[in-house]
């Protein structure tokens, strides 16, 4: 009996601004000169502040952290597409899409200096979930909020998103298919960076894009060029019409590329070439963009150093006020396992502390 074919399926590619800041006219989004303008700012913000925060580290005033490098446009430019009511259910490479969405820098500054509240913080306020650090365990528990929005019958999606790495975790698959078969509304944005730590992404899935991904759970899967902003912001604006009009979720691919280290306890050298890495550098984002607005007469090196100075100011004073709560105590962690003491916890803090002073002794 012959074979017949049942279904077939496609992935589309979208890219708007090329890499000298050329525009697709067709494909553009329909956005004002102040809204590009805004764009920009968000991105040059978070690298601004990721700048400062590796320069920080480095210093031995903050802790280790993952920087953004090189990801502004994903994380900008699906979080501008957001409404009013939509949540943000991040990773740990968002740093863009959690300032442009309002969570002060101080936040960030906090989390990665060992306070837990940089992220104990009421959700609701900021209709956005804490940085999350396991990989993909935020996809079911964005999946579970979008429907309980529906069930709401709130007019509201949730913006969901992770690391080409957890596309490989059973997380993920697991709330996609929920996803699907609840039709709730959420749209999942994958970051593919190209390196799961140092895994390549050509060595964790033989599959020829990862939004083909979408296609087994029943559901749009649609790939973008990550580092063009306006791409990623017209695949996440049309995937949240679509899932607050009712029509389900959207797993959008954003191609783009991790431009320092995954953390800064990592060297990225030890597993990728240089060559590689100066190759991507070319295709940074917010060069791009900024070649597309001087193009128009929008911007210029002058209005580029005013706002990098007024960043820096910005920043300067998030970290003056972080530097002057001095430094968190050693046992903090353990206040916060449970709502109220419990014994073997409080044992274990002191077993912490006796050894800390042993090493504190044995080093002068």
Not at 79 to 93: E, F, K, N, Q, S
Not at 102 to 130: C, H, I, R, V
Not at 251 to 268: C, F, G, K, Q, S
Request: proline share 6%; hydrophobic share 40%.
């Amino acid at each position: 009996m012959p074979l017949r074919e049942v279904a077939s399926f496609k992935i589309s590619y979208l890219q708007v601004l090329d890499e000298q800041g050329q525009l697709d006219a067709e494909l553009a989004p329909t956005l004002e000169d102040a809204q590009l303008l805004e764009l920009y700012r968000a991105m040059q913000r978070s690298r601004e502040a990721d700048q400062r925060m590796l320069n920080l580290q480095r210093q031995g005033r903050l802790g280790t952290f993952p920087p953004c490098i090189g990801q502004e446009a994903v994380a900008v430019g699906a979080a501008y597409a957001m409404g009013p009511d939509d949540w943000l259910v991040p990773a740990y490479r968002e740093l863009g899409a959690r300032l442009l969405r309002g969570e002060p820098l101080d936040n960030t500054l906090l989390y990665y200096n060992g306070y837990e509240e940089g992220s104990n913080y009421d959700p609701a306020a900021l209709k956005m979930l804490p940085t999350q650090v396991i990989l993909g365990s935020q996809v079911p528990q964005a999946v579970g909020l979008a429907r309980a929005l529906r069930q709401r019958g709130e007019d509201a999606a949730v913006l969901c998103f992770n690391g080409d790495g957890a596309t490989s975790q059973g997380d993920f698959h697991e709330g996609l298919n929920f996803a699907a078969v609840w039709r709730a509304p959420v749209v999942f944005v994958v970051q593919n960076n190209g390196w799961a730590i140092s895994v390549p992404r050509a060595t964790q899935t033989r599959a020829e894009t990862l939004a083909q991904k979408a296609i087994a759970h029943g559901m749009p899967g649609v790939q973008v060029d990550g580092n063009d902003v306006l791409a990623v912001y017209s695949a996440a604006h049309e995937a949240l019409e679509r899932a607050r009009g009712g029509e389900g979720p959207t797993l959008i691919e954003a191609v783009t590329y991790r431009l320092m280290m995954h953390t800064t306890a990592d060297d990225p050298r030890k597993y990728r070439a240089e060559d590689e890495e100066q190759e991507a550098w070319k295709r940074d984002p917010i060069p791009r963009l900024r070649r597309h607005l001087e193009q128009r007469g929008l911007w210029d090196a002058q209005q580029d150093e005013r706002l990098v100075a007024e960043l820096r100011q910005e920043i300067d004073s998030a970290v003056k006020r972080l530097e002057a709560l001095g430094p968190v105590k050693p046992d903090a962690p353990f206040d916060h396992v449970y709502g109220a003491p419990h014994a073997e916890i409080e044992a274990q803090r002191a077993d912490f502390l006796e050894a800390l002073q042993r090493e504190e002794q044995r080093h002068g």
